[in-house]
């Protein structure tokens, strides 16, 4: 049985303000107080872990224990099909130190030309780690087209290379409500709610 999550207020374990936003809108409706890791300055740890789920497990828990609240942490990329996954849990570190995600859409790019299959797909490990280690971890997944040129200013990371299935517009075109119904994001938002927040009345 996955523990039910009762307590006002949750750390949002990530220094990506792009990340911050999309999670504290789909907190929103449950009446959670929100705070950053960066708010509260917390260490961002190393990312050594192997999958998404083992990434976001090393952020929430390194927030947990910082702060003594309970954390949620999102790991999450872009993985292309004919790039055999990459960059997958490398999506940021490809935008090098200024994270210049121009660069980073670019490297994919050229990584794709005389490819015949651009199918990509973004997925998203969520972990909720309370302050004494327990954790619950979920996965979610859209798939896509890669896109080239890049095209819209509203989203962040990777989104105006990527086109989710049946639609014509990309991550970075589409109103953030219009992506947080269909993104990885909000998949695996949907499984930890279903899991461990009381249903909305
Ligand atoms: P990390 O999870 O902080 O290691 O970073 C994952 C990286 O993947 C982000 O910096 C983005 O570049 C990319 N990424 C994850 N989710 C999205 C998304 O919803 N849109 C665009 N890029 C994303």
């Known amino acids: 049985m996955p ?3 009762k307590e006002p207020k949750l750390v949002i374990a990530s220094h990506n303000p792009g990340k911050v936003r999309e999670i504290g809108d789909l907190l929103s409706p449950f009446g959670v107080e929100v705070v950053s890791a960066g ?14 789920i083992a990434n976001a497990e090393i952020k929430a ?11 949620l942490a999102d790991d999450s990329g872009l993985a292309v099909d004919d790039l ?6 490398y999506s940021a570190r490809w935008a ?5 995600f121009g660069i980073a859409m670019k490297k994919a790019e050229q990584a794709l030309e005389n490819k015949n299959n651009r199918s990509a797909h973004f997925a998203c490990a969520l972990t909720l780690c309370w302050p004494d280690g327990h954790m619950e971890s979920f996965e979610g997944h859209v798939q896509g087209t890669m896109v080239w040129p890049p095209r819209g200013d509203k989203g ?7 086109m989710a299935t049946g639609h ?14 269909i993104s990885h994001r909000a998949e695996a938002f949907r499984k930890l709610v279903d899991a461990c927040f009381d249903p909305v009345s």
């Open 84 to 89: 055999g996954g990459e960059p997958g849990i």
């Open 156 to 162: 962040f990371g990777y989104d105006p290379t990527f």
């Open 96 to 100: 090098g130190p200024a994270k210049d």
């Open 3 to 5: 523990r039910p999550f």
């Open 61 to 71: 828990r390194t927030a947990a224990l910082a702060s003594n609240l309970p954390a």
């Open 39 to 52: 708010d509260l300055g917390l260490p961002e740890p190393v990312e050594d872990g192997l999958t998404f």
């Open 168 to 181: 014509h517009i990309t991550f970075a075109e589409m109103d953030p409500a219009a992506k947080h119904a």
